[in-house]
């Protein structure tokens, strides 16, 4: 049994009737972003949330045709692209987020993910796959890379939290140093495997070079986080001067931001509002 993040209860197995409440909400949540106008919407089927925790057998203990084999765990993942689908067709761009491994002994691992893609790229419900690691739930680290801010959560967190972090944080986060393109080795095993399904890079990119490697290895799009939330105008830039590298440090100090709003802790303004550093 896990805690429960949001009560601080321990959880209990979803229903079946709640599995297809959940779907049906994934659908309205879609039907919704188009009515708003949106370009494209992203399913998150990673970082062991709700539905990528079906994907794992660390997690995963059902007896019921959502546990067992990897087909089973991952039917959840695309019943709910089969339904968003149904539900707003073509006129939005449907992509989901994907974990390929999250470093916990026995949850999701690169086979697996390998196998969930192949399933959801023959089902055809998705325009693109965004490929991520690592989870929400232990080992976080292992989805950014880098620098581990412990002081920096505990200075954000109630008690006895603010203590459990400072004692026990780095064996629950972890430490992963940081490299560019830290997903690519991983990632890249997915393209030569997926024939309808276009793939998203993500992970340590920050300048032209970088982007020109994933084009290269076969990618369709490339995703930035961290580096455009220092500088909100960085593609701009790159696109002007080729030789221009991005500012973060992936120092992570903007984690423990998201508790208020999130932002590069050097140059929190120009995150904000767009305007030059």
Known sequence: RFLSPSQFTFSRAITVPEIQQVIRKFADSAELAVEAGFDAIELHFGHLYLVSSFMSPWINKRKDEYGGSIENRSRFAREIAEAVKERVGDSIAITAKLSMSDDIKGSIWL?????????????????????????????????????????????????????????????????????????????????????????????????????????????????????????????????????????????????????????????????????SA
């Open 111 to 275: 086979d697996e993910s390998l196998r969930t893609a192949q399933l959801l790229d023959a089902d055809g419900h998705l325009d693109a796959l965004v490929l991520t690691q690592g989870s929400s739930v232990f080992h976080q680290m292992y989805l950014f890379t880098g620098d581990t801010p412990i002081d920096g959560f505990a200075s954000v967190m109630p008690q006895p939290f603010k203590t459990g972090i400072k004692v026990v944080g780095k064996q629950v986060l972890g430490e992963y140093p940081y490299k560019d393109l830290y997903m690519l080795e991983s990632a890249r095993q997915f393209v030569p495997s997926l024939r309808n399904t276009q793939l998203v890079l993500l992970g340590g990119i920050n300048n032209y070079e970088h982007m020109q490697t994933g084009l290269d290895e076969g990618f369709d799009f490339l995703a930035m986080g961290r580096a455009v939330l220092r500088e909100p105008d960085l593609v701009a830039r790159i696109e002007r001067d080729r030789s221009v590298d991005g500012r973060c440090i992936h120092c992570n100090k903007c984690m423990f931001t998201v508790y208020s709003k999130t932002h590069c802790v050097f140059a929190p303004e120009y995150a904000m509002s767009g305007t």
